[in-house]
């Protein structure tokens, strides 16, 4: 499972992130999946991305939401 310091990924596309501790689930990625784990054909649910398209977002890069 995903804990608080899991590290959020950035779609460098539309800028969607992907957030481990809420997955995907309209994709069927369950939350708690960390990045890695999501299968390598995953897209971004909002631009349609690959997910070769992400990067990990630096703590604090970006402020909580």
């Not at 995953?42 to 631009?47: D, E, F, S, T, V």
Request: aromatic share 10%.
């Amino acid at each position: 499972m995903a804990g608080p310091e899991a590290v959020r990924w950035l779609c460098e596309m539309c800028g969607f992130i992907y957030d481990p501790e809420e997955g995907d689930p309209d994709s069927g990625i369950p939350p708690g999946t960390p990045f890695e784990d999501i299968p390598d054909d995953w897209m971004c649910p909002i631009c349609g991305a690959e997910k070769s398209d992400f990067r990990a977002l630096e703590p604090g890069e970006f402020p909580e939401m």
